[in-house]
């Protein structure tokens, strides 16, 4: 079972460069979730999606926006990389939002360096 | 303001030796409660969980945590430490503000020497 898949596993940009970050998930999950990982700051989200066709902010959605393509594929971009972007990136899905016995099943995550 | 509170960022133990990892959370209504372990280079994997009944949960490979209210506490234990527990474990809260997306610690790198 893949589970949760991000591609590209590792990525480096210049200053203003734009890319997009793939997601993908085979467990029929409702909704998926892009994090991001600091040192010392733990999981921080940037976007959701509770299910297909919707989308919401998280803790620190300010220079990305996301895109539920399909029940599958959640994809976050970055117009605009800046330095302060420098992280890595983590894609979760769970089989429902609301529901209380759902846990997140992660991504290996996407190291992104920008320069 | 911090909802999930980690205790030490780094807790080193040598092998065979007790485990504990603390989390602490604040909640105005009855949490649910995850902890999370994160090999390098990997993504996070589900430990274990507490939703609703009894408090004493078991997870994983020999890990348990115990949902204290009176506490507010959510500690993670395992009575002996193996080389493959080094890691990075985050505790994380949901239901925070009604909401049922996770709120997570900072993490806390677990070392184990030989």
């Known amino acids: 079972n893949a589970g949760v898949t991000q591609t590209p596993k590792f990525q480096v940009l210049k200053t203003g460069q734009s890319m997009t970050l793939q997601c993908a998930q085979d467990m029929n999950h409702n909704s998926m979730y892009w994090y991001r990982q600091d040192p010392g700051m733990g999981l921080r989200l940037i976007y959701y999606s509770a299910s297909e066709g919707t989308t919401d902010k998280g803790e620190v959605p300010n220079g990305y926006n996301v895109s539920r393509l399909n029940k599958r594929e959640f994809s976050l971009r970055l117009e605009s990389a800046a330095p302060s972007q420098t992280s890595v990136y983590f894609c979760?899905?769970?089989?429902?939002?609301?529901?209380?016995?759902?846990?997140?099943?992660f991504g290996n995550g996407t190291r992104l360096t920008v320069t | 303001a911090q909802s999930v509170t980690q205790l030490g960022s780094h807790v080193s133990v040598s092998e065979g030796a007790l485990v504990l990892l603390r989390c602490n959370y604040s909640?105005?209504?009855?949490?649910?409660l995850f902890w999370y372990v994160q090999y390098p280079n990997q993504g996070l994997q589900l430990l274990l969980k507490?939703?609703?009944?009894?408090?004493l949960v078991k997870g994983i490979n020999g890990f348990e945590a115990e949902f204290k209210k009176s506490e507010t506490s959510f500690h993670l234990t395992k009575p002996s430490a193996h080389m493959s527990d080094a890691a990075e474990y985050f505790c994380a809260v949901s239901r925070i503000g009604g909401s049922y997306i996770p709120t997570f610690g900072r993490g806390t790198s677990l070392i184990v020497h030989p």
């Open positions: 909640s105005s209504v009855p949490p649910y």
């Open positions: 507490y939703t609703t009944g009894a408090t």
């Open positions: 979760a899905s769970s089989e429902d939002r609301d529901r209380q016995n759902s846990p997140l099943h």
